[in-house]
């Protein structure tokens, strides 16, 4: 295809005077994944004086490119920026047809954006390195880990902490530079983070999906939906329905991923939908916030009920503005952390006697712990955890 790019932007029209004057074509091939909004190929790109190269095309269709109009704005402002290795670089985008020989029913106009080609996401990696743990038979496939004494399959436990050391790290490093420029992410997660380079700590990790991304403006005037990041990963501050919320959101979203490495590609949140459902007994005309109440109740299993100075950290205005949700949170009894749903818990069934002997499991748990907390202001700045993982890498990592 031939793409025709439309410059609408001051900023745009800055970023395309550095582009080479030569109209490249693109081949789409193999499709890469898919999100929410977008979905992504491999392809070629050629151009009549550069050679050809493989890239990563994102297309998202026209019925999304209202959700999706900040994600350009986003990616130019980092590319603006110095370049980063830890962070999703955008080539070029353009509007274009959806491919004919692409068998699909989305239509016409698409916004297509090029990416380097990396590897593959992070979901993809834990589960190619055997680690994904499966349930065994006839039980709940999200069943809380570690009941009943079983073992999941997964790699070595030095294997995951190094792992788990080297993504942290990463990413860690990614966000600080996107929390610097004044952008939230909001919405890491494994499917988000992008591999090149093989297997172990050696591996390249690099946040994507700027689709979620939002300026943090000041927490006091700005106002920003609860109802994003994908729930597993989701601060607790969203789902008390916080809208003055800040990049301690990132953070957490970050303890969740480095967790889940550590625990092999099990999730350190998730919920077993059917029980979590008898419990809350939502009435039918409430199913709407069932997704974010199940996900709610999976977290004061794992964290125990937060305490009044928590709750007004997480939203003052809970009270005061959401009567449904408040309607709710009133309704389920206090309660103090379930061992089987403690994320503790859950890391030391996965580390077993490497949850103590090892300094670098040590420090990532004394991490989470300071990462998994209610109050946002109470968890460590990107920043400062970029500082802490440092510590434990390993030279020139
Ligand atoms: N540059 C890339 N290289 C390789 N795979 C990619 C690349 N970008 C995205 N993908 C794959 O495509 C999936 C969807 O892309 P993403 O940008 O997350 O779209 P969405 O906004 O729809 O979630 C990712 O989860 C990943 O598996
Ligand atoms: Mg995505």
């Not at 916030?289 to 794992?302: E, H, P």
């Not at 712990?369 to 109050?375: S, V």
Request: proline share 8%; charged share 20%.
């Amino acid at each position: 295809m031939h793409p025709v790019r439309l410059p609408s932007s001051a900023a745009e029209r800055h970023a395309l005077s550095a582009w080479p004057l030569t109209s490249p074509t693109f081949t789409v091939e193999a499709e890469l994944g898919k999100g929410s909004f977008g979905v992504c190929f491999a392809a070629t790109r050629c151009s009549p004086f550069e050679a050809p190269c493989r890239v990563a095309l994102k297309a998202v269709p026209r019925q999304e490119l209202a959700h999706h109009s900040r994600e350009v704005e986003t990616l130019l402002a980092l590319r603006q920026a110095a370049q980063h290795p830890h962070l999703l670089r955008l080539h070029e985008y353009f509007l274009h047809e959806w491919p004919t020989h692409v068998d699909d029913a989305r239509q016409s106009i698409v916004l297509w954006q090029s990416f380097p080609l990396y590897d593959l996401d992070l979901k993809k990696w834990i589960a190619a390195h055997g680690w994904k743990a499966e349930a065994a038979p006839g039980r709940d496939r999200h069943a809380p880990f570690g009941l009943d004494g079983e073992e999941p399959r997964a790699g070595t436990e030095a294997e995951r902490i190094a792992s788990a050391v080297a993504v942290g790290r990463q990413l860690a490093r990614g966000l600080v530079h996107v929390h610097g420029l004044g952008l939230i992410h909001r919405d890491l997660k494994p499917e988000n983070v992008l591999v090149d380079g093989g297997g172990g700590a050696r591996a390249r990790f690099v946040v994507a999906d700027f689709g979620c991304a939002k300026p943090a403006g000041r927490p006091d005037v700005e106002r920003h939906v609860p109802y994003v990041c994908t729930r597993p990963y989701r601060a607790p501050e969203l789902l008390y329905a916080s809208s003055s919320y800040s990049a301690a959101t990132d953070v957490w979203s970050l303890g969740c991923v480095v967790g889940e490495v550590l625990c092999g590609g099990l999730r350190l949140f998730e919920a077993a939908a059917a029980e979590e459902a008898k419990e809350l007994q939502l009435p039918a005309e409430r199913e709407e916030i069932r997704g974010s109440a199940t996900q709610l109740l999976v977290l004061l299993r794992a964290c125990g009920t937060p305490d009044d100075a928590e709750i007004t950290a997480m939203n003052p205005a809970l009270y005061a503005q959401r009567p449904a949700l408040q309607g709710l949170i009133l309704r389920l009894p206090p309660r103090d952390a379930e061992p089987a749903y403690c994320w503790r818990q859950r890391l030391g069934a996965a580390l077993g006697d490497h949850a103590t002997s090892s300094r670098d499991a040590r420090a990532l748990a004394q991490l989470l712990d300071g990462i998994l907390r209610y109050a946002p202001a109470a968890r460590p700045t990107s920043a400062q955890a970029s500082d802490w993982l440092e510590q434990l890498a390993p030279p020139g990592g």
